[in-house]
């Protein structure tokens, strides 16, 4: 293992530190805990929202904190949800007197973490939302389906809701549409390794790629020879399209992430892709976002995601936000 | 039986030392059909047990219980923290206010903490989770509404190594689908380090 490291236990709460003392005016971390909050938290009358997760795929989920996009968020161990009780701090610690909104992805330690800070905040009274991230088409029946980098429109659309004074009722159904409009898949060119075991969550051959890997390195759909860029986003996109119900001049935000050491060049190439794939569609792309969104530690690879936009949604997509990250 | 807080001590101590020794084939385990941290979380988690532990007196099983309990909810994280943190406080809430607990009253918080796991996890038997082992335990202890070390240790190898054939319908190991066949849950592993480190326990108390 080679990585930038002091102790290997350490990595999460150093980590924070880092990301607290780049923002230091934005951002600040609830002392003894794991949860990072906007310096201004809790905003009064508004919904506050939290999200959270695992650690190592950053930017997520602290560089999301900000005037119209997330209120805190609860960074876990490396991979691992965090606990209940770090997530009720950070939802103690955004309550407005308005309630709050979790932003979950669907794994099933972090929907039981969350839950259960969602029950230790409603026997103390404030009032808790919750959404379940499901974007990843990867898995084929929805339930199933892992919370990967759609979370990010999640986030955005959910947060401007609410910055615009909407009840946490009206926040939840906006992320709710989101959920229910976002597809996203990725692929894995190489493996990523956990600072804390050191060894490469999996395995990949030099000239192979996995296609429909998830963030954690979950196994995909299908192990195969890599292929070009175009092949690839030939490919990631045929998976999401079939999933969705697109007509032609439909709008779309497309998002070109990379897993953590794919170089943004190739980023674009798959972006060109993609785009392309759009426009034969005639399909309309509102808006592109182009980079390091949802990272796997060092996994070479990129996701890619379409959210299907209304009206509605692309206003609150383009409204301001001061995340750091978005 | 008559279990004392001494003896919820003993069992946890002993269950930490299963999983510090294992911490790494349980994390292979976990790496092979989910995401590698199993051993990590579980040996983060029990550490931390004894760190209170060793630092408190008890009067009460339900007090060692509940402490051990809260103490894996904090530590652990991922999937299993809040399930074992889960059972453990059934099993507190079980045994409230009893000095001694008798075999009776042992079993009851074995069957809450079974019902516990399974609630919280929306899980049930035979979907390749720690179920799968807590579920035959609680069975064998019920009919026999005793407990027994060699009975214990017995129904919780075997279950655990059932989960071998097992297709995983929950968890992150649910991903692979029928590859999942073939590979031990790691839940289910601890679970069974667990049930034999209480065996030990009882077994050093008779
Ligand atoms: N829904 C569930 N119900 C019961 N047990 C579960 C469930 N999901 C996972 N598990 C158990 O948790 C174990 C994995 O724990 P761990 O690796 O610590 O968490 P994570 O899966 O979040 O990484 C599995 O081996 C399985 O026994
Ligand atoms: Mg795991």
Redesign the pocket.
């Given at each position: 293992m080679k990585k930038i490291i002091n102790d290997p236990n350490q990595v999460v709460t150093e980590m924070l530190d880092g990301v607290v003392a780049a923002y230091p005016d934005q951002i600040k971390r609830i002392p003894d805990t794991t949860v990072v909050t906007k310096k201004d938290a809790p905003v009064q009358n508004k919904v506050g929202i939290v999200s959270g997760g695992?650690s190592g795929h950053e930017p997520a989920h602290a560089g999301y904190i900000g005037k119209g996009m997330l209120d805190a968020a609860v960074a876990g161990e490396v991979?691992?949800?965090p606990t209940p009780d770090q997530v009720f701090e950070a939802i103690k610690a955004v309550d407005g007197g308005s309630g709050v909104l979790l932003v979950i992805k669907n794994?099933?330690?972090?929907v039981?973490n969350f839950e259960m800070a969602a029950e230790m905040a409603e026997a103390e009274g404030i009032d808790v939302a919750q959404v379940i991230v499901k974007d990843d088409v990867a898995i084929e029946e929805r339930d199933g389906r892992r919370g990967v980098a759609g979370t990010i429109f999640v986030h955005k659309i959910a947060g401007a809701k609410a910055e615009a004074g909407a009840s946490l009722e009206e926040v939840k159904a906006a992320a709710e549409k989101v959920i229910a409009n976002v597809r996203s898949m990725g692929v894995a060119l190489t493996p990523c390794i956990m600072p804390a075991s050191g060894k490469p969550g999996f395995e990949l051959d030099d000239d192979e790629m996995e296609i429909g890997i998830g963030i954690?390195g979950e196994p995909g759909t299908e192990r195969k020879p890599l292929g070009s860029a175009d092949d690839i986003a030939a490919e990631l996109m045929d998976h999401i399209l079939a999933d969705m119900e697109l007509a032609e001049s439909d709008d779309v935000a497309v998002m070109v992430n990379g897993m953590g050491a794919t170089p943004e060049m190739e980023l674009q190439l798959v972006n060109r892709k993609v785009q392309a794939i759009l426009q034969e569609k005639g399909i309309n792309t509102h808006k592109t976002f182009v980079g390091e969104y949802m990272t796997s530690l060092e996994m070479a690879g990129c996701s890619v995601t379409l959210l299907k936009l209304d009206a509605d949604m692309k206003e609150l997509l383009d409204s301001p936000t001061t995340a750091p990250a978005f | 039986m008559k279990f004392t807080a001494d003896l919820a001590i003993d069992w946890m101590t002993k269950a930490n030392q299963k999983i510090q020794d294992n911490k790494d084939y349980l994390s292979s385990?976990?790496q092979a059909?989910?995401?590698?941290?199993?051993g990590?979380?579980?040996a983060r988690g029990f550490d931390a047990v004894m760190n209170k532990l060793g630092n408190n007196d008890y009067e009460q099983v339900a007090d060692v219980w509940k402490e051990s309990a809260m103490t894996l909810m904090s530590k652990?994280?991922?999937?299993?923290?809040p399930?074992f943190g889960t059972a453990l406080l059934k099993m507190s809430m079980a045994v409230k206010g009893e000095a001694e607990v008798d075999d009776k009253t042992f079993v009851e918080a074995l069957e809450d903490a079974l019902a516990g796991?399974?609630q919280?996890?929306?899980?049930e038997e035979g979907?390749?989770?720690?179920?799968?082992v807590w579920a035959p335990v609680v069975e064998k202890m019920n009919e026999a509404q005793t407990v027994e070390a060699g009975v214990l240790r017995d129904t919780a190898e075997s279950a655990m190594e059932a989960?071998k054939d097992i297709v995983a319908t929950?968890?992150?190991?649910a991903y692979l689908k029928e590859r999942s066949k073939g590979h031990l849950?790691?839940?289910?592993?601890?679970?069974y380090y667990l049930f034999a480190a209480l065996a030990e326990t009882l077994e050093g108390e008779g």
């Open positions: 695992g991979f691992t949800s794994y099933s330690g972090d039981m954690h | 385990l976990d059909i989910g995401d590698g941290d199993h990590i979380n579980m652990v994280g991922g999937a299993s923290g399930l796991i399974k919280r996890g929306k899980a979907e390749k989770t720690m179920i799968d989960t929950k968890g992150r190991a849950d790691p839940g289910s592993v601890s679970s």
